[in-house]
């Protein structure tokens, strides 16, 4: 008996290499969305974060406001207001609220993706407050 042939080896080696790249490709993809927080976990036990906003003669409070909140954790923004606007929360993804003439209107959202998130008075055109949101 000699040594083993060398061409079948070598037309096996083809398909284990080709199957190899193909396993790595999927592992990349599946990767991001094992990524989730489990958001609805957290958002019971965290304290929410509150803005209080006022709309009153065209002029809106606050304005430009820097805050900082965690992912899941639940933010609320309680309006007062003598007009109608569209309050926007600029996550992803992003939630629009619609506010009325009225006080004591309670807006509740969380949000899920780490980053900055402006929330707007679309009407007035002001940006109420920017939320870093961290992991
Ligand atoms: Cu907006």
């Known amino acids: 008996m000699s040594s083993l042939p060398r061409s079948p080896l070598a037309r096996l080696c083809l398909p284990i290499l080709a199957a190899g790249l193909l396993a790595t490709g999927c592992a990349a993809a599946d990767e991001k969305s094992a990524e989730r927080p489990a958001s609805a976990e957290t958002s019971q ?3 929410s974060l509150r803005i209080e906003v006022r ?3 065209g002029t809106v409070t606050p304005v430009g406001e820097r805050l900082e909140a965690r992912v899941g954790q ?3 923004v309680l309006v ?4 109608a606007d569209e309050l926007h929360v600029h996550a992803h993804p ?3 609220f619609a506010v009325s003439p009225g006080d004591d209107q309670r ?3 969380t949000v899920d993706i780490p980053g900055r998130v402006d929330i707007e008075l679309h009407h007035a055109e002001r940006t109420v407050a920017t ?3 961290r992991e």
């Open 80 to 83: 007062d207001s003598d007009t």
């Open 94 to 96: 992003d939630h629009t």
């Open 55 to 57: 709309l009153a003669g």
């Open 131 to 133: 939320v870093l949101v």
């Open 107 to 109: 807006f509740r959202f």
């Open 74 to 76: 639940p933010i609320e």
């Open 45 to 47: 036990t965290m304290e």
